[in-house]
Antibody
């Protein structure tokens, strides 16, 4: 069974750093891209970027380039999303999802990680 | 402003048929890229509902169907049930952005 299991909810202060994770199982992790999707409170889905764990090829959506870092460790089937300096506007639910390529679907999703940034 | 435009809300009574539109442009849907639809129930992660414009993953009832024409796509739900109340998102690939894009989402209310 394909599963993506994300790390737990986080509460942080503005300016702090954070790294959240997404662990894949039930499939060959290096054969698929992993995408990160943001959902701000009461809002829609926004693709942040994708990573191919086999070679760590990463593509960022223009709005998120330079704002976050996406990485992966194929030895432990885990992808990461990290911030160096959080802002209150980073408060959101973050989902990881499996993706083949191009216009293929995000076919399996993690349960989401809620990030709250507040002073 | 989403690249793919959906109506913010639709509604229907139990048993009725509703459709949700997704309007794109020549750099996404109109360029021939596939459209996907996702269902997000309250407080849960999105779930793939339709892929490749018209295909249903295993386990999705045939009450849900997708279509595509020109620069637009549609999701139709027949025999509306209370459990269908959710947010629905379309998604495709955009060549000018070199990546996947989502519609703004549509909230379905079952009256």
């Amino acid at each position: 069974e394909v599963q993506l299991v994300q790390s737990g909810a986080e509460v942080k202060k503005p300016g702090e750093s954070l790294k959240i994770s997404c662990k894949g199982s039930g499939y060959r992790f290096t054969n698929y891209w992993i995408g990160w999707v943001r959902q701000m409170p009461g809002k829609g889905l926004e693709r942040m970027g994708i990573i191919y764990p086999a070679d760590s090829d990463t593509k960022y959506s223009p709005s998120f380039q330079g704002q976050v870092t996406i990485s992966a460790d194929k030895s432990i089937n885990t992808a990461y999303l990290q911030w160096s300096s959080l802002k209150a506007s980073d408060t959101a639910m973050y989902y990881c999802a499996r993706h083949s390529s191009g216009d293929d679907p995000f076919d399996y999703w993690g349960q989401g990680t809620l990030v709250t940034v507040s002073s | 402003q989403s690249v793919l435009t959906q109506p913010p809300s639709v509604s229907g009574a139990p048993g009725q048929r509703v459709t949700i539109s997704c309007t794109g442009s020549s750099s996404n849907i109109g360029a021939g890229y596939d459209v996907q639809w996702y269902q997000q129930l309250a407080g849960t992660a999105p779930k793939l509902l339709i892929y490749g414009n018209t295909n249903r993953p295993s386990g999705v009832p045939d009450r849900f169907s997708g279509s595509k024409s020109g620069t637009s796509a549609s999701l139709a739900i027949t025999g509306l049930q209370a459990e269908d109340e959710a947010d629905y998102y379309c998604q495709s690939y955009d060549s000018s952005l070199s990546g996947s894009v989502f519609g703004g989402g549509t909230t379905l209310t079952v009256l």
